[in-house]
């Protein structure tokens, strides 16, 4: 006799009295990458939603945000709100009227609301907010939206419809950055469904052929591959550092060696010498104002600095807007979440941090709503975790 069970999806949702706000956080996640059908401007469906959510979060847990105590934590996150809120508007101000370079004042109101979103997530995450339910909720709406764009209606790029897979996506590109973040929440969320959800998000991604995702997903094998099989748990993570460092990089100038004409052949396919360029030019721009950037905008440049391109690296990017300061302290939180991550043994959800940094430092995927999430994950990994005060809820198990 065969018995079929039921799936109940209540066994996945853990329903609080922050419940309908956690599903439109999954709805504004799972809807971000629809860029094609944005209806003013830059702002489309999702965006919408994220402001909703911010406000709402903002009544609740504000006071919150803006009181500090005498910690590393508080002292970060004032110098984090005081470059954005304080520092960058007038900075922005001053180059757009003062200059000709390429400011951008309306993206100065979407950085505040994603770094507002930031603490807001985390505090509510304090009080009892579930992200695993938000996650849940970006995986059904992402994995039907593509299930739609891909087999019943396609929404495609003409840009790009020669080579891939757009699903609704002004740059196939934002669907990488939306399918690494997803799976890294389930990484992060679902440790034990990840077995099943991930190789339906892989497999959808692998339609784009993004030679970008497919460096990422490498890397996040490999990572997990090396810590759960070469990883000495026995010593911190320092010390396998110093173990491992000089037979890494021995290994990798051998394979580079061997391998360097189809590493070149991938490198300039991949637009890496017009990348080069800009990584260069972004390095002068930041070399001359260090301390506090430029304000909101894209200084780098094809040619030469200045002539508006972003330079299409996260720390690039963050470094020229609002300085080597702020790009160091969001790289710092990151990595210092990885080395948490290690030092538990939680290699699968090591991995995938690994290459979500990675993927950022060769694209700006910090202008997104989505990054700044995450960046909430990592935060929370960093500071709260261990707080006796928070781990004991399951709604913060990570």
């Known amino acids: 006799m065969i018995v079929v069970k039921r799936l109940n999806m209540s066994q996945y949702f853990n329903y609080s009295r922050y419940f ?20 003013f401007g830059k702002v489309g469906f999702s965006e919408i939603l994220f402001l909703l ?24 996150r004032i110098y984090l709100l005081a470059t954005v809120f304080f520092v960058t508007p007038i900075l922005t101000a001053a180059v757009y009227l003062l200059t000709d370079f390429n400011s951008s004042p309306f993206h100065v109101v979407s950085f505040a609301m994603s770094l507002s979103l930031v603490f807001l997530l985390i505090e509510a995450r304090k009080d009892g907010f579930n992200l695993k339910n938000a996650t849940l909720c970006f995986f059904i709406i992402y994995m039907a939206l593509h299930f739609v764009t891909y087999f019943i209606y396609p929404l495609e790029n003409t840009k790009y419809s020669a080579f891939m897979y757009t699903g609704g996506a002004n ?3 934002q669907i990488v950055y939306y399918s690494q973040s997803l799976s890294l929440l389930l990484a992060v969320f679902f440790k034990k469904q990840a077995v099943y959800l991930l190789p339906l998000v892989i497999l959808l991604t692998l339609q784009l052929k993004s030679d970008a995702y497919f460096f990422g997903l490498l890397l996040a094998a490999a990572f997990y591959l090396f810590f759960h099989f070469f990883y000495i748990k026995k010593f911190s993570v320092w010390k396998n550092i110093l173990i491992y460092a000089l037979p890494i990089f021995l290994i990798s100038a051998v394979l580079i060696y061997i391998n360097y004409d189809q590493l070149a052949f991938r490198w300039q396919l991949a637009g890496g010498i017009g990348r080069s360029v800009l990584y260069w030019n972004a390095i002068d721009v ?23 391109t972003e330079a299409h690296s996260n720390i690039f990017d963050l470094a020229t807007q609002f300085g080597v300061f702020f790009a160091f302290a969001v790289y710092f939180i990151m990595i ?8 538990r043994h939680d290699f699968f959800v090591a991995a995938f941090m690994i290459s979500f940094i990675i993927t950022g430092i060769f694209h700006y995927t910090a202008r997104h709503f989505i990054f700044w999430v995450e960046f909430s994950v990592f935060y929370y990994y960093v500071f709260y975790l261990y707080n006796e005060k ?5 709604s913060n198990e990570i």
């Open 20 to 39: 309908f706000v956690e599903i439109l956080l999954g709805v504004a996640l799972g809807t971000g990458h629809l860029t094609s059908l944005r209806f």
């Open 171 to 173: 740059n196939p590109n």
């Open 53 to 76: 959510l911010i406000l709402f979060l903002s009544i609740l847990h504000l006071k919150k945000i803006l009181t500090f105590s005498r910690t590393y934590e508080s002292l970060l």
């Open 286 to 308: 930041i070399k001359s104002s260090p301390i506090v950037g430029y304000g909101v905008g894209s200084f780098s440049g094809k040619a030469v600095a200045f002539t508006g």
């Open 390 to 394: 928070f781990k004991s809820s399951k």
């Open 336 to 343: 210092k979440a990885v080395f948490i991550a290690v030092n």
